[in-house]
Every structure is written in structure tokens, then in C-alpha cells.
């Protein structure tokens, strides 16, 4: 059976937890969120874990696990608790993989808004001029075998990405369906945390109408399983009033 795992997630629903389990850095942004919005982060971020973890129990043929669940050896999809997956990952996961291969990826996809500049131009360089994405590994496209040694792949993408990147090719196949989707919205750390600047009230404004009108169009028809997803993030996203 194949396996989900969804990586180390903060306490959204204990208040006194969620404060105590808060990093440095998004200590200052969410403060300017609670402050900007009537509903405040935490319970924003519950409710997308809410979402996804609604689209991880449709999955055909997987058990959502803890890794202490996982036996030694079994195969892992592991996620962030926003992320979402293909209904038959599982399925085509387990009919692509052959005797000695060490792992899978798949094409990455995303919703979100680029966060800045750099980001958008390195989207269009990838669209338009076919540059290879930074990380062959982003937090949701890839499977590997569980293992001590791969418990720390699993857990941080980019030290996957490191990794595949001097396996042989054939170990790791990649396969150009779009088997997941990568759930970047206003209330994650890449967009509350920028690289080159400080978000301020207007700036997280902005990006509340660019989100709003994200979720308004239609999804290509090779994510078109998400949809659900989108309109109900959509949902969300549309209750956030200001204070």
C-alpha cells in the first residue's frame, strides 16, 4: 500500500501551542495579518489543512500515515498539510515503478501568485523559454521508499533535490503527468515572508485582490481535479474581511 505523509504541521487549533511552536521570522507578519484581517492566521491555516486533508481522503488506494506508521521500505508520497494530489496518484505511482528503481517524480505544478518580480520572471523563463525549474524536487512530486536515510529527503525538498540530482536517471524516472498541485496562497511563508523586502499592510492588500482573482479563473484541464479544491480555498479566501 502506498503511503501519505504529511510532514510536521503547527498546532492551528491551540492558541497557547500555535504561539509556542512560531517561528522568529513569521512572528512579525502574522501580527501585521491578525492585525489587517477579522479572521486570524491560525484559523485561516486550519481550515486550508481542513481542505486538503479532505482531498488526501479521496485517494484511491493510500494510507495517510505518521512516519512511525511507515514500514521500512514502504512506498511514500510525502506533502506539506496544504498540498493536494491526483485522486489515482497512488495507482499510477505503483503501475510506473519497476524493480530497481529507488523513487519517481512527476511534474510540479502550482496555484499561487509569483511574489515577487524574480519569481515571476523565473515562471515565464520555465513557460516560454523551457528553463529547467531550480528544484527537481518540490514538496510534492516525488515518491521514494521509507528509510532512515530517505526520512530526511522526504522531509525537506530541496536536500531531495540535491540528492536526485546525482542519481542516475533511470533510478528516479520522471514522468510529465501533473500528478499533485502545490497550494501556495496569501497565508503561506513564501508570501508572508518575502525574499528582498518587508510585506506591509498594502502589500498583503495587493496580494488579497491578485489571490481573489487567481481562484476566479479556471484551472487547465490536467488539473481540472482540483477545481473543488480551488473554489473552496476561493471560498476562504473570500470571507477575509478587514478590521
Known amino acids: 500500500m502506498v503511503r501519505i505523509w504529511v510532514r510536521a504541521t503547527m498546532d492551528f487549533d491551540d492558541e497557547e501551542a500555535f504561539r509556542a511552536q512560531l517561528l522568529p521570522r513569521l512572528r512579525e507578519p502574522i501580527a501585521l495579518w491578525d492585525a489587517t484581517f477579522d479572521m486570524p492566521w491560525r484559523?485561516?491555516?486550519s481550515r486550508l489543512r481542513d481542505i486538503a486533508r479532505g482531498n488526501l481522503e479521496r485517494i484511491e488506494g493510500v494510507q495517510i500515515a505518521t512516519w512511525d506508521e511507515i514500514p521500512e521500505g514502504g512506498l511514500v508520497l510525502p506533502c506539506d498539510d496544504d498540498d493536494w494530489f491526483r485522486p489515482d496518484v497512488a495507482a499510477v505511482v505503483e503501475d510506473a515503478m519497476r524493480?530497481?528503481?529507488t523513487g519517481l517524480r512527476w511534474r510540479s505544478s502550482f496555484l499561487e501568485v509569483p511574489r515577487d518580480f524574480r519569481h515571476l520572471l523565473g515562471i515565464w523563463r520555465r513557460q516560454v523559454?523551457?528553463?529547467?525549474r531550480q528544484f527537481l524536487c518540490t514538496t510534492n512530486n516525488y515518491a521514494l521508499f521509507a528509510s532512515?536515510?530517505?526520512k530526511r529527503l522526504m522531509s525537506d525538498h530541496m536536500q531531495a533535490s540535491e540528492w536526485v540530482a546525482v542519481q542516475p536517471a533511470a533510478d528516479i524516472p520522471f514522468l510529465r503527468e501533473r500528478l499533485s498541485l502545490q497550494n501556495r496562497t496569501i497565508a503561506s511563508q513564501t508570501s508572508l515572508v518575502p525574499q528582498r523586502t518587508t510585506i506591509?499592510?498594502?502589500h498583503l492588500l495587493r496580494k488579497l485582490g491578485r489571490y481573489r482573482r487567481l481562484y476566479d479563473r479556471p484551472l487547465p484541464?490536467?488539473?481540472?481535479w482540483a477545481q473543488p479544491y480551488v473554489d473552496q480555498v476561493g471560498a476562504l479566501t473570500a470571507e477575509l474581511r478587514l478590521r
Open 148 to 150: 532512515e536515510a530517505s
Open 221 to 224: 484541464p490536467d488539473l481540472a
Open 129 to 132: 523559454k523551457g528553463y529547467r
Open 43 to 45: 484559523i485561516f491555516r
Open 200 to 202: 506591509g499592510r498594502r
Open 99 to 101: 524493480p530497481g528503481m
